[in-house]
Every structure is written in C-alpha cells, then in structure tokens.
C-alpha cells in the first residue's frame, strides 16, 4: 500500500518558517515527479512547488522566493521550505507524487498527480 505522510504543519506567526516533510512508503518516488499543493478554507486546491525526479524545480509564479522544495530520493521524501510566512500561506498542504516516469518538467496539474498525502495543516497568525 503506498503511502504518503505529511509532517511539519503547526501554528507559526507571520514572517515565521517552517518546513514540510512528506514521508513515502510503499514503493519507491526517486524516478517520478512530487509536489506539494495546498487547499486554504473556502478555496480550490493549488498548486505551490514539484520536483522532478532529479530534483528540478517549478513553483507558483507567486511563492517564488519564501517557498523551497527539496527531495531526499535515498529516503523516498520531499521537504517544503517555507520562509517569511504570511496568514494568507494558511492552508491544508499535501505532498503528491506522479507515476510517470523521469518527466524532465513536472507539471503543475493536481489531476497528473495519482498518490496523494493526507495533509497537515499550516496556520500563519498576524
């Protein structure tokens, strides 16, 4: 059964830091694209970074610069660094992994993504 765990989320101020981990078991991700995208109350889920297999990154246009995705292939995990926070950063976030394989560019595309996190949440307080 594969699986993907998400870790990290908690209730940090605005201008604060945090990092995600998302742990997978059940097969292995160091061939396919993961992602993190996020789902803020009231509002459709979004995209925020991926990496490629080898680590290539793609972002949201607009959280270039606070937000780092990073991925540790030997331990099947993907980590998202998330710098000077804002209370609009709050958010369910989910890691999310493809089953293609080696894609050069990963897409942004929630619907590409076939294995899905269960979340952890992120509350950024003003």
């Known amino acids: 059964q594969v699986q993907l765990v998400e870790s990290g989320g908690g209730l940090v101020q605005a201008g604060g830091s945090l990092r995600l981990s998302c742990a997978a078991s059940?097969?292995?991700?160091?061939?396919?694209?993961m992602a993190w995208f996020r789902q803020a109350p009231g509002k459709e889920r979004e995209f925020v970074a991926a990496a490629s297999w080898n680590g290539r990154p793609i972002y949201q246009e607009y959280l270039k610069g606070r937000f780092t995705i990073s991925r540790d292939n030997a331990n099947n995990a993907v980590y998202l660094q998330m710098n000077s926070l804002r209370p609009e950063d709050t958010a369910v976030y989910y890691c999310?992994?493809?089953?293609?394989?080696?894609?050069?560019?990963?897409?942004?595309?929630?619907?590409?993504?076939?294995?899905w996190g269960q979340g952890t949440q992120l509350t950024v307080s003003s």
């Open positions: 999310a992994a493809d089953a293609a394989f080696r894609i050069t560019v990963p897409t942004m595309a929630a619907g590409s993504y076939v294995y």
């Open positions: 059940g097969r292995t991700f160091g061939n396919n694209a």
